[in-house]
């Protein structure tokens, strides 16, 4: 059933990922290697909100989005990110600062709605 198809992808950590041939299904070990589906791809399908205090970043997403989420953002290479914690669908992102926590949370905003 599809119920059944559903917890086993999320299970293993499968993933849903916008390609330039269309949507695809990814396993965790394909999102780290050199094709891995950029945070332009990535966040637009798996956000749903961000919100910060002081350094730190909360960022949600949609179930099985945080994973692949966090890695892009820690490959990006920010210099305002320290590091970044992800589970199932919410990522805790360090920043280097409030300030520079502002500005990723703007630029992240403006990744996830580029309309």
């Excluded at 086993?8 to 041939?21: C, H, I, K, N, P």
């Excluded at 945070?39 to 994973?67: K, Y």
Aim: proline letters at 6%; hydrophobic letters at 40%; glycine letters at 10%.
């Amino acid at each position: 059933t599809q119920a059944t198809l559903s917890r086993d992808l999320r299970e293993l950590g499968v993933v849903r990922a916008s390609s330039g041939e269309g949507a695809r299904y990814l396993l965790p070990a394909m999102v780290a290697d050199e094709s891995k589906p950029s945070l332009d791809n990535l966040l637009p399908q798996f956000f749903s909100r961000v919100d910060g205090v002081g350094e730190l970043i909360v960022l949600h997403t949609l179930p099985g989005g945080a994973q692949p989420i966090a890695e892009a953002v820690d490959a990006a290479g920010w210099p305002e990110v320290i590091g970044t914690l992800g589970g199932e669908n919410t990522i805790l992102v360090v920043c280097r600062s409030a300030s520079a926590r502002e500005v990723l949370t703007k630029r992240l905003r403006e990744l996830a709605n580029p309309d």
